[in-house]
């Protein structure tokens, strides 16, 4: 597991890292500790390291915590931010970035812990994801989110069902291998993988799926298109 910790006052920084470091030997978790002092090292990192949990200090120089989380959600929408403070007042701006939890500092140890046993439940629950590098890192994007893929030249476009499109540098054929009939997808063009759980209707030449978008069907993959959606909607 890879938690970054992100706050300019070193006191609280190595203060949170004792604590989240004993809760992951508690749990006999793998743990990656990654220490920031600032936002711009962060999001610097993130775009060679794919962090499950940012814990992030809001009070800081520059860049302080709610800009760090507004330049992250960019790139990683999903991503649960536990935001600590020594004031309440940054509480909605908190939520306006969907903040996993706000915490105020100095942080006690058995509220921190009880987030953090919430965030690992939920962690345990969690549907299967893609992991992909984009231009700006790594990025984790559950399955069923996803709407449908479109080769791009040297990349892949991943749309989602609220509409945001993920801009990927992966080959279309990895894809093809990641996203199969068991998986729930179904490449029904030679540029394009849909996700057979989303589509609302389709003819012999496409489909529209729930989000009102329309891809192609090639004529060559009809009958098995066919054959793939009923047996994966009726199975």
Not at 51 to 73: F, S, V, Y
Not at 79 to 103: K, Q, R, W
Not at 122 to 142: D, I, L, R
Request: glycine share 2%.
């Amino acid at each position: 597991m890879k938690i970054a910790i992100c706050d300019d006052e070193s006191f609280f920084l190595e203060h949170t890292c004792e604590l989240v470091t004993a809760w992951a030997q508690q749990h006999q978790l793998p743990l990656s500790l990654f220490r920031f002092s600032n936002g711009d090292d962060l999001l610097q990192a993130t775009q060679s390291e794919c962090m499950d949990l940012i814990i992030l200090d809001i009070l800081m120089p520059l860049l302080n915590g709610i800009e760090t989380a507004k330049e992250l959600r960019i790139n990683y929408p999903n991503l649960p931010i536990i935001f600590l403070t020594s004031s309440s007042e940054f509480a909605i701006d908190s939520y306006d970035v969907n903040a996993f939890f706000y915490l105020m500092k100095p942080v006690d140890t058995e509220k921190l812990y009880t987030v953090l046993d919430r965030f690992l439940a939920k962690q345990a629950t969690n549907k299967p994801c893609f992991v992909a590098k984009t231009s700006f890192g790594y990025c984790k994007v559950t399955e069923d989110e996803i709407d449908y893929l479109e080769a791009q030249n040297k990349y892949v476009n991943i749309y989602l069902i609220n509409d945001t499109v993920i801009k990927i540098k992966e080959s279309f054929s990895k894809c093809e291998e990641y996203f199969t009939c068991e998986k729930g997808f179904f490449k029904c063009h030679r540029s394009y993988i849909v996700n057979l759980s989303h589509i609302s209707e389709f003819s012999k030449t496409e489909i529209r799926t729930e989000s009102h978008a329309t891809i192609p069907i090639s004529r060559n993959s009809y009958v098995s298109f066919k054959e793939a959606y009923f047996h994966h909607m009726f199975s």
